[in-house]
Protein backbone atom coordinates (compact mmCIF):
# COMPACT_ATOMS: atom_id res chain seq x y z
CA UNK A 1 0.00 0.00 0.00
CA UNK A 2 1.97 3.02 -1.04
CA UNK A 3 1.51 6.26 1.57
CA UNK A 4 1.17 8.14 -1.49
CA UNK A 5 -0.61 7.55 -4.57
CA UNK A 6 -1.21 10.12 -7.68
CA UNK A 7 -2.59 8.36 -9.89
CA UNK A 8 -3.62 9.52 -13.65
CA UNK A 9 -2.77 13.16 -13.46
CA UNK A 10 -3.62 15.01 -16.39
CA UNK A 11 -3.23 18.83 -16.02
CA UNK A 12 -1.92 21.99 -16.72
CA UNK A 13 -1.42 25.86 -15.19
CA UNK A 14 -4.39 27.96 -15.19
CA UNK A 15 -6.40 27.28 -19.09
CA UNK A 16 -3.04 26.39 -20.55
CA UNK A 17 -2.02 23.23 -21.88
CA UNK A 18 -2.04 19.90 -20.35
CA UNK A 19 1.79 19.36 -19.60
CA UNK A 20 0.97 15.91 -17.70
CA UNK A 21 -0.52 13.06 -19.67
CA UNK A 22 -1.83 10.44 -17.77
CA UNK A 23 0.98 10.78 -14.99
CA UNK A 24 1.59 8.39 -11.99
CA UNK A 25 3.79 8.55 -9.09
CA UNK A 26 3.25 6.98 -6.04
CA UNK A 27 5.47 6.48 -3.16
CA UNK A 28 5.27 3.76 0.56
CA UNK A 29 6.07 4.41 3.55
CA UNK A 30 9.67 5.33 4.75
CA UNK A 31 10.52 5.01 1.04
CA UNK A 32 12.72 7.56 -1.45
CA UNK A 33 11.05 8.01 -4.86
CA UNK A 34 12.95 9.93 -7.38
CA UNK A 35 11.41 11.73 -10.72
CA UNK A 36 13.93 12.10 -13.40
CA UNK A 37 14.07 12.78 -17.35
CA UNK A 38 15.33 16.02 -19.76
CA UNK A 39 14.46 19.01 -19.19
CA UNK A 40 10.95 19.90 -19.89
CA UNK A 41 9.65 16.64 -19.49
CA UNK A 42 7.34 17.77 -16.30
CA UNK A 43 9.17 16.74 -13.50
CA UNK A 44 8.84 19.61 -11.31
CA UNK A 45 4.84 19.97 -12.61
CA UNK A 46 4.20 16.10 -11.48
CA UNK A 47 5.91 17.30 -7.78
CA UNK A 48 3.58 20.62 -8.09
CA UNK A 49 0.76 18.60 -8.78
CA UNK A 50 0.91 16.30 -6.23
CA UNK A 51 0.91 18.92 -3.89
CA UNK A 52 -2.21 20.96 -5.26
CA UNK A 53 -0.30 23.75 -7.21
CA UNK A 54 -2.23 23.28 -10.41
CA UNK A 55 -5.46 21.69 -11.55
CA UNK A 56 -5.65 18.54 -12.54
CA UNK A 57 -8.49 17.53 -15.03
CA UNK A 58 -8.02 14.18 -14.68
CA UNK A 59 -6.53 11.51 -11.84
CA UNK A 60 -6.38 11.80 -7.86
CA UNK A 61 -4.52 12.08 -5.23
CA UNK A 62 -4.58 10.13 -2.03
CA UNK A 63 -2.19 10.11 0.82
CA UNK A 64 -2.58 7.59 3.66
CA UNK A 65 -6.08 5.89 1.64
CA UNK A 66 -7.74 9.26 2.02
CA UNK A 67 -8.47 11.58 -1.50
CA UNK A 68 -6.79 15.20 -0.92
CA UNK A 69 -7.35 15.72 -4.54
CA UNK A 70 -9.39 18.57 -3.95
CA UNK A 71 -7.39 20.72 -1.07
CA UNK A 72 -4.92 23.88 -0.89
CA UNK A 73 -1.20 23.09 -0.37
CA UNK A 74 -1.59 24.91 2.99
CA UNK A 75 -4.68 21.82 3.63
CA UNK A 76 -2.27 19.27 2.63
CA UNK A 77 0.53 20.94 5.03
CA UNK A 78 -1.57 20.25 7.54
CA UNK A 79 -2.61 16.51 6.62
CA UNK A 80 1.89 15.88 6.40
CA UNK A 81 3.13 17.05 3.25
CA UNK A 82 6.49 19.21 3.02
CA UNK A 83 7.30 20.94 -0.23
CA UNK A 84 10.55 21.88 -0.72
CA UNK A 85 10.91 24.40 -3.90
CA UNK A 86 14.32 24.42 -6.36
CA UNK A 87 14.32 28.31 -5.84
CA UNK A 88 13.64 31.12 -3.25
CA UNK A 89 13.16 28.92 -0.29
CA UNK A 90 14.88 30.60 2.88
CA UNK A 91 13.89 34.03 3.98
CA UNK A 92 17.80 35.53 3.56
CA UNK A 93 17.49 38.25 5.94
CA UNK A 94 16.09 35.82 9.17
CA UNK A 95 18.91 33.93 11.31
CA UNK A 96 19.03 30.24 10.86
CA UNK A 97 16.70 29.32 13.98
CA UNK A 98 14.00 31.48 12.95
CA UNK A 99 13.70 29.91 9.57
CA UNK A 100 13.19 26.79 11.03
CA UNK A 101 10.65 28.35 13.64
CA UNK A 102 8.76 29.82 10.61
CA UNK A 103 7.93 25.96 9.36
CA UNK A 104 6.36 25.82 12.67
CA UNK A 105 4.14 27.77 12.26
CA UNK A 106 1.30 25.10 12.08
CA UNK A 107 2.20 23.31 15.70
CA UNK A 108 0.53 24.34 18.26
CA UNK A 109 3.06 21.64 20.70
CA UNK A 110 6.73 22.46 22.05
CA UNK A 111 9.27 22.33 18.71
CA UNK A 112 12.11 22.05 20.92
CA UNK A 113 12.82 18.32 20.35
CA UNK A 114 12.27 18.69 16.59
CA UNK A 115 14.50 21.35 16.15
CA UNK A 116 16.99 19.86 17.59
CA UNK A 117 16.79 16.44 15.68
CA UNK A 118 17.35 18.80 12.95
CA UNK A 119 19.98 20.40 14.43
CA UNK A 120 21.43 16.79 15.16
CA UNK A 121 20.84 15.64 10.98
CA UNK A 122 22.49 18.96 9.52
CA UNK A 123 25.19 20.11 12.66
CA UNK A 124 26.84 23.07 10.51
CA UNK A 125 23.17 25.11 10.96
CA UNK A 126 23.44 25.23 14.83
CA UNK A 127 26.97 26.06 14.49
CA UNK A 128 25.38 29.39 12.30
CA UNK A 129 21.47 29.15 13.61
CA UNK A 130 22.01 32.79 14.73
CA UNK A 131 23.54 33.66 11.37
CA UNK A 132 20.75 35.40 8.42
CA UNK A 133 20.10 32.41 6.14
CA UNK A 134 21.28 34.73 2.88
CA UNK A 135 24.90 34.49 4.01
CA UNK A 136 24.84 31.26 3.97
CA UNK A 137 26.56 28.91 1.20
CA UNK A 138 23.93 27.47 -1.47
CA UNK A 139 24.43 23.62 0.17
CA UNK A 140 23.86 25.40 3.65
CA UNK A 141 20.98 27.20 2.49
CA UNK A 142 19.43 24.05 0.90
CA UNK A 143 19.68 22.08 4.28
CA UNK A 144 18.17 24.89 6.09
CA UNK A 145 14.94 24.50 3.55
CA UNK A 146 14.45 20.74 4.45
CA UNK A 147 15.36 21.49 8.18
CA UNK A 148 12.50 24.14 7.66
CA UNK A 149 10.34 21.37 6.22
CA UNK A 150 10.65 19.07 9.02
CA UNK A 151 9.83 21.40 11.10
CA UNK A 152 6.18 20.78 10.49
CA UNK A 153 6.93 16.55 11.16
CA UNK A 154 5.84 15.55 7.46
CA UNK A 155 4.94 12.21 6.90
CA UNK A 156 6.06 13.03 2.70
CA UNK A 157 8.99 14.94 2.05
CA UNK A 158 9.36 16.41 -1.05
CA UNK A 159 12.23 17.89 -2.21
CA UNK A 160 12.46 19.98 -6.19
CA UNK A 161 16.18 19.79 -7.41
CA UNK A 162 17.60 20.14 -3.78
CA UNK A 163 21.19 19.56 -5.27
CA UNK A 164 21.00 21.93 -7.75
CA UNK A 165 23.96 24.02 -7.95
CA UNK A 166 25.71 22.50 -5.17
CA UNK A 167 29.25 20.81 -5.49
CA UNK A 168 29.13 17.00 -6.08
CA UNK A 169 30.54 16.85 -2.19
CA UNK A 170 27.55 18.67 -0.72
CA UNK A 171 25.97 16.48 -3.06
CA UNK A 172 26.61 13.31 -1.64
CA UNK A 173 26.35 14.81 1.66
CA UNK A 174 22.79 16.00 1.11
CA UNK A 175 21.98 12.89 -0.31
CA UNK A 176 23.26 11.00 2.41
CA UNK A 177 21.24 13.46 4.98
CA UNK A 178 18.16 12.35 2.54
CA UNK A 179 18.59 8.74 3.57
CA UNK A 180 18.82 9.60 7.24
CA UNK A 181 15.72 11.26 6.67
CA UNK A 182 13.62 8.26 5.18
CA UNK A 183 15.32 5.54 7.79
CA UNK A 184 12.84 7.61 10.12
CA UNK A 185 9.69 6.63 8.20
CA UNK A 186 9.51 9.43 6.34
CA UNK A 187 8.27 8.98 2.32
CA UNK A 188 10.63 11.15 0.68
CA UNK A 189 9.50 12.27 -3.32
CA UNK A 190 12.17 14.24 -5.45
CA UNK A 191 12.89 15.65 -8.59
CA UNK A 192 16.92 15.60 -9.68
CA UNK A 193 18.80 16.57 -12.38
CA UNK A 194 21.45 14.09 -11.36
CA UNK A 195 19.90 11.35 -12.49
CA UNK A 196 22.62 8.96 -12.07
CA UNK A 197 22.80 9.89 -7.90
CA UNK A 198 19.84 10.22 -7.69
CA UNK A 199 18.71 6.76 -8.74
CA UNK A 200 21.39 5.53 -7.04
CA UNK A 201 19.44 6.14 -3.79
CA UNK A 202 16.16 5.75 -5.10
CA UNK A 203 13.82 2.93 -3.57
CA UNK A 204 11.70 3.85 -6.93
CA UNK A 205 12.52 5.41 -10.00
CA UNK A 206 10.12 7.25 -12.32
CA UNK A 207 11.16 8.63 -15.91
CA UNK A 208 9.03 11.32 -17.62
CA UNK A 209 9.24 12.11 -20.89
CA UNK A 210 6.84 14.90 -21.83
CA UNK A 211 4.51 15.02 -18.86
CA UNK A 212 3.75 10.88 -19.48
CA UNK A 213 5.59 7.89 -17.43
CA UNK A 214 8.21 6.21 -19.49
CA UNK A 215 10.19 4.10 -17.36
CA UNK A 216 8.61 3.18 -13.69
CA UNK A 217 10.94 0.76 -11.84
CA UNK A 218 13.48 0.11 -8.90
CA UNK A 219 16.37 3.04 -8.91
CA UNK A 220 18.77 -0.03 -8.86
CA UNK A 221 16.76 -1.34 -12.21
CA UNK A 222 16.40 1.37 -13.69
CA UNK A 223 20.48 2.23 -13.37
CA UNK A 224 20.92 -1.34 -14.87
CA UNK A 225 18.62 -0.96 -18.01
CA UNK A 226 20.46 -0.55 -21.07
CA UNK A 227 17.61 2.12 -22.71
CA UNK A 228 17.40 4.38 -19.30
CA UNK A 229 21.68 4.05 -19.55
CA UNK A 230 21.91 5.40 -22.83
CA UNK A 231 18.87 7.65 -23.43
CA UNK A 232 18.76 9.28 -19.77
CA UNK A 233 22.27 8.61 -17.89
CA UNK A 234 24.70 8.97 -20.46
CA UNK A 235 25.38 5.48 -21.42
Known sequence: MSYLSASNMTGGYGRGADILHDCT??????????IVGPNGAGKSTAMKAVFGMLNLRQGSVTLDGEDITH??????VAKGMAFVPQTSNVFPSMSVEENLEMGAFLRRDNITGTMEQIYDLFPILKEKRRQ???ELSGGQRQQVAVGRA???QPKLLMLDEPTA????IVMDELFDRII??????????MVEQNARQALNIADKGYVLVQGRNRFTDTGEALMN??????SFLGG
Open 25 to 34: IEAAEGEIAV
Open 132 to 134: NAG
Open 165 to 168: GVSP
Open 180 to 189: EVARTGISIL
Open 150 to 152: LMT
Open 225 to 230: DPEVRK
Open 71 to 76: LTPQDR
